[in-house]
């Protein structure tokens, strides 16, 4: 018998897998018809569309890591509050506030949006 990971754990879970760069350990918390939105760009729905968007955000930068401020379970949604620390490609650093907002459906990730300004990640 498979056990779910509680809410908190699946949100810092997911974290921690795309620090990780694992989108196979990503993917696998997310659910079929997973939404995702970051920001002000056009969400995407589905799994593969999801795993193309995290590839694509991998590849564009040398590295990030999650810092986790705060954590609030609200029922069937997950709000992290983080500090987002990237290397970018020219190996210079940027730190980004950022909030994500975890919607659940059985015991998996069903919407993930991303509210953060992450021109400055790509800015010369």
Request: aromatic content about 8%.
């Amino acid at each position: 018998m498979t056990t779910l990971p509680q809410s908190l754990d699946l949100a810092r879970g997911a974290a921690a897998a795309l620090d990780a760069g694992d989108v196979a350990a990503l993917a696998a918390l997310m659910t079929d018809d997973v939404r995702l939105q970051f920001g002000s760009q056009e969400a995407i729905v589905g799994k593969e569309a999801f795993i193309a968007a995290v590839e694509a955000s991998l590849a564009s930068v040398a590295g990030f890591r999650h810092e986790i401020l705060e954590a609030w379970d609200v029922g069937e949604a997950v709000v992290l509050e983080m500090t987002v620390h990237y290397r970018r490609l020219d190996g210079s650093e940027i730190r980004l506030p950022c909030c994500n907002i975890f919607r659940l459906s059985g015991g998996r990730i069903a919407d993930y949006r991303v509210y953060m300004d992450i021109a400055p990640v790509y800015a010369g």
